[in-house]
Nanobody, 115 residues
Framework: QVQLVESGGGLVQPGGSLRLSCVASGSTFSNYNMNWYSQAPGKERDLVARMSSSNSTYYANSVKGRFTISRDNTKNMVYLQMNSLKPEDTAVYYC?????????WGQGTQVTVSS
């Protein structure tokens, strides 16, 4: 079992930056593939970025070159650095841990990009 808690969301102007953090507890963090998803109002939850247990990464086309996922296994943390934010990035962002067909979700953190 893994418990996840996100933080770092907020209100930012277009072109600004935010860094989301997700802290995990309860299991061997380094074994997990870590993911960030976003869900805008009325839309499905979509994968934004993934970092595997071997540190390979994946980014959705919409965030390539703007967002960076990273992890610190010594602190059980995963991060999402978001730069050049756009109004369409507005969403609740969720952290997900995946391992052996088990998925665990955090409660989400709101990101609002608006002037």
């Amino acid at each position: 079992q893994v418990q996840l808690v996100e933080s770092g969301g907020g209100l930012v102007q277009p072109g600004g930056s935010l860094r989301l953090s997700c802290v995990a507890s309860g299991s061997t963090f380094s074994n997990y593939n870590m993911n960030w998803y976003s869900q805008a109002p009325g839309k499905e939850r979509d994968l934004v970025a993934r970092m595997s247990s071997s540190n390979s990464t994946y980014y959705a086309n919409s965030v390539k070159g703007r967002f960076t996922i990273s992890r610190d296994n010594t602190k059980n943390m995963v991060y999402l650095q978001m730069n050049s934010l756009k109004p369409e990035d507005t969403a609740v962002y969720y952290c997900k841990a995946s391992y052996n067909f088990n998925n665990y979700w955090g409660q989400g953190t709101q990101v609002t990009v608006s002037s």
